[in-house]
């Protein structure tokens, strides 16, 4: 009897599988290439849907960055096109929430409070952004301020103080609350408030802007006593 090696036996083994496949081929023909068809159908639909995801993305911040250079420059009714038309052609885009952003704050230069309100909720209803988030909601108080509902201002001032990572938006915001705290003579939590801002602010004339302040009510409170 023949002796067979470990490189025979390896062989003889690869040759078994190949031979295992061309028979499984020829009783599978059929649905070997509609599965072949099929791969090939969804990779070509991923590509597809890469492509577009990026040309997507790329159209929408230029058409983005066009508006808010508009927007810079005075041209409101020309930006307002631009964040319009991202916002209908490139929903779901990080720029299309963005837009949305700019459209409100156009609408309160306008002086359209509702308008205004409905976008900057609609804005922060959406995903959460940590550069305009904060803004959004502060965009919020000042249509309610600017409307007279005060307590609705105060809420969403200090919504928009707490989100602000950086100490300029939330020195401006925590003013915009000490200002309402002294106009409904809430005068030890607008103390604490402009305490606050030279705590954290170094900006010379918010600075200069909340020692007067307190200036005032301290000799506010030794004249009522």
């Known amino acids: 009897m023949a002796k067979h090696s470990k490189k025979d036996l390896k062989h003889d083994e690869f040759k078994e599988t190949i031979e295992n496949i061309i028979i499984f081929y020829e009783h599978h023909k059929k649905n070997v290439v509609w599965i072949a068809i099929g791969i090939l159908a969804l990779l070509i639909l ?6 577009n995801k990026i040309t997507r993305f790329e159209k929408s911040k230029e058409t983005y960055n066009i508006g808010v250079i508009l927007y810079n ?42 308008e205004a309100l409905e976008k900057f909720q609609s804005f922060v209803n959406g995903k959460y952004d940590e550069f305009f988030t904060p803004s959004a909601y502060e965009g919020i108080g000042q249509c309610y301020d600017q409307k007279g509902n005060l307590e609705k201002a105060i809420e969403n001032y200090e919504i928009a103080a707490s989100k602000f990572k950086d100490n300029i938006g939330k020195a401006n915001c925590l003013m915009s609350l000490a200002r309402l ?5 809430r005068i030890d939590e607008a103390e604490k408030i402009l305490q606050e801002i030279l705590d954290i602010s170094e900006d010379l004339e918010i600075r200069r802007e909340a020692k007067q302040k307190l200036k005032l009510m301290q000799v506010q409170k030794e004249f009522d006593e």
């Open 73 to 114: 420059n005075g041209n409101f009714e020309q930006a307002q096109e631009k964040f319009k038309m991202v916002v209908d052609n490139y929903w779901g885009t990080i720029f299309a929430n963005r837009s949305t952003y700019m459209l409100a704050g156009i609408s309160y230069k306008q002086g359209n409070l509702d």
């Open 181 to 185: 705290y002294l106009a409904m003579q």
């Open 46 to 51: 991923f590509f597809a849907y890469r492509n």
